[in-house]
Structure formats: C-alpha cells, structure tokens
C-alpha cells in the first residue's frame, strides 16, 4: 500500500515562511490529482490547495498569492510553500493524493498524510 509522509511543519512568526513537503512511496505507482488540506482547531478539514498531473492549480481565496502548490514526480513529492503566514494560517496541514496503485492491479484510491503542524504566532 502507498503511503504519505509529510513534513516540514513549525512554529513561525507572522510574516515567515514554511515549505511542506509530502512524499509518495511503497510500491509500483503514478499520482494523479494532489491536494493540500488544513484543520484549525475545533473546525473542519478544509481544501486550500490541488494540483492535477497536467499541472493545472487551484487555490482558495485565503491563500491565494501566498502558497504555491508543486510537485515533482520524478520524486514521488508533493510541496506547499507557504508565504506572508499570518496567525490564521496556524492548523495542522494534511497532505492527499489519488493514487493508481500499479501493482494493485490499477487501483485507484486517495490516501492522507499523518499532518504537519504549522503555528504562526503573532
């Protein structure tokens, strides 16, 4: 079974930058669409960034112009730079991803990230 590994979470303060890193592996696999996910205490898991294999990115407004989605396939890896991190930005970040699972006969599934911890203080 593939699995996520993410890292690169911290304490920054208001104004820094984080680079997240998730990367792919256990098996024979392609990653399709590749999405990050954040959840603030006492509220839900929300989608503020994807990413498809033809390269084509969404983002919601609240991190519009200061968190780039990427990957690299050749790596298996899946980054979110986060810049301008304001105290709103403090949650855990989960990274996702649909996998064709080659040596699972073409299956296809989404699998999560542990989650990183990102705290902005002010």
């Known amino acids: 079974q593939v699995q996520l590994v993410e890292s690169g979470g911290g304490l920054v303060q208001a104004g820094g930058s984080l680079r997240l890193s998730c990367v792919a592996s256990g098996g024979i696999f392609r990653l399709n669409t590749i999405r990050w996910y954040r959840q603030a205490p006492g509220k839900q898991r929300d989608l503020i960034a994807s990413?498809?294999?033809?390269?084509?990115?969404t983002d919601v407004d609240s991190v519009k112009g200061r968190f780039i989605i990427s990957r690299d396939d050749a790596k298996n890896t899946m980054y979110l730079e986060m810049n301008s991190l304001k105290p709103e930005d403090t949650a855990v970040y989960y990274c996702?991803?649909?996998?064709?699972?080659?040596?699972?006969?073409?299956?296809?599934?989404?699998?999560w990230g542990q989650g990183t911890q990102v705290t902005v203080s002010s």
């Open positions: 996702n991803a649909e996998i064709v699972d080659y040596g699972a006969g073409f299956k296809v599934y989404k699998i």
């Open positions: 990413i498809t294999s033809g390269g084509n990115v």
